[in-house]
């Protein structure tokens, strides 16, 4: 009987399991060495700087120049009309005046001519006149026993009629009401010349109405000014895109100006008409920025860079010439300056150390303010070796 060849099958019943371990661990390994990852973020330490500069502004530059410290300038001349209605601040009393009569009382020993136009009646603060010359004022008599006596009426002229010096019934006075009595040539002698209220001055009403005051006017043109120079300027910077425009270096021409209706008039809003002439020193703030960035990084050694994020410009413009389109610019200029990090040489020295280590390494460079380390996944204790596994990253 033939003898049977010996089975291969105990030998194949162990590949399957020595290839799996194999696979398992080659996942293992890559697993290890792939999958870890570190990812550092740095904060670069800042310092603030200061700068004043003089930029002269002048029409006639071409080009900026930081080393001049020089930027073109451009005048700008426009007409702009338009109008625009106000209100009016003024008030009018237009109520009626105040009238009656008065009788006069003259205890001087001579006969009196008292003249409308140089006299004048007052009573509680206010003034009254004479509608007309009051003449034949014969010395006022008494009559009866001294300390008893009484005034003669028949020694009194007939009352005289007044008006007040304006509509109001604040000018209302009872009958008897004493009125004092100035004259120009007469002076005021309370005691020897004074009136007295008939039967009442009456009729006067109270009536306010709003008025148009050459106030009015005046602020109403201003306001139509700075309203047109708004629009001009608007108008200014849509054609001129960056152009900037300082209210020192505008002037506004009044071409036209007119209001309707005019002072006095009773209204309650007026209208104002105008038309001006703008003319304006204008200048690029790009410029401004470019000239004075420059400026700073030339002086700046390698590490060390201006940061765009942070700077900020106060300009003001000091002796303006529109005629010759020049001007001088104070810019005060506040910023930051970052360090720049050498990043491929801290990769290589973090590579396999520990996240202590790692602080220890970034803080140790003047730099560097903070850092923050995190590894990946949570087993890693410590950087991987390969570079491309490490990220390092600056917070702002």
Do not use: C
Request: proline share 6%.
């Amino acid at each position: 009987m033939p003898q049977q060849p010996p089975s291969d099958r105990p030998r194949f019943k162990w590949r399957i399991p020595v290839a799996i371990v194999t696979m398992i661990a080659v996942i293992a390994a890559g697993l290890f060495v792939f999958l870890p990852q570190a990812h550092i973020t740095v904060k670069a330490r800042t310092e603030p700087l200061t700068r004043d500069f003089e930029i002269k502004l002048d029409q006639s530059a071409q080009v900026a120049s930081s080393a001049d410290l020089v930027i073109p300038g451009k005048i700008i001349e426009r007409e702009v009309a338009g109008q625009n209605k106000y209100t009016a601040t003024g008030t009018k009393n237009v109520g009626k005046t105040a009238s009656g009569f008065v009788t006069i009382y003259n205890f001087s020993k001579t006969t009196l001519i008292l003249k409308k136009d140089t006299t004048e009646l007052t009573a509680n603060g206010r003034k009254y006149y004479f509608t007309q010359d009051v003449g034949g004022i014969r010395p006022t008599a008494r009559i009866g026993q001294p300390g008893e006596d009484e005034i003669d009426e028949t020694s009194l002229i007939p009352p005289v009629p007044v008006v007040g010096a304006g509509p109001g019934d604040e000018y209302n006075l009872p009958a008897n009401a004493r009125i004092e009595i100035k004259n120009e040539a007469f002076g005021a002698q309370p005691q020897t010349l004074y009136a007295t209220v008939s039967e009442g001055i009456s009729g006067g009403t109270t009536k306010q109405v709003k008025i148009v005051t050459a106030g009015d006017i005046e602020s109403g043109y201003q306001a139509l000014s700075r309203e047109l120079l708004d629009r001009a300027r608007a108008d200014l910077a849509a054609a001129n895109p960056g152009a900037k425009i300082l209210d020192n270096a505008v002037t506004v021409q009044v071409l036209d100006q007119k209001a309707d209706p005019a002072a006095g008039a009773e209204a309650q809003q007026f209208s104002v008409n105008a038309r001006v002439k703008i003319k304006a020193l204008t200048y690029d703030e790009d410029e401004i920025r470019e000239i004075i960035f420059l400026r700073i990084k030339r002086l700046l050694p390698p590490e060390k860079i201006l940061s765009d994020d942070t700077a900020n410009f106060d300009v003001k413009m000091n002796a303006v010439n529109l005629d010759q389109g020049q001007a001088a610019l104070q810019v005060h200029f506040e910023g930051d300056i970052v360090y720049e990090l050498d990043k491929a040489g801290l990769l290589e020295k973090v590579r396999g150390k520990s996240a202590e280590e790692i602080r220890e390494i970034f803080l140790s460079k003047p730099e560097i303010e903070s850092l923050e380390v995190q590894f990946s996944p949570f087993w890693v204790k410590n950087a991987p070796s390969l570079r491309g596994k490490i990220r390092i990253d600056t917070a702002g």
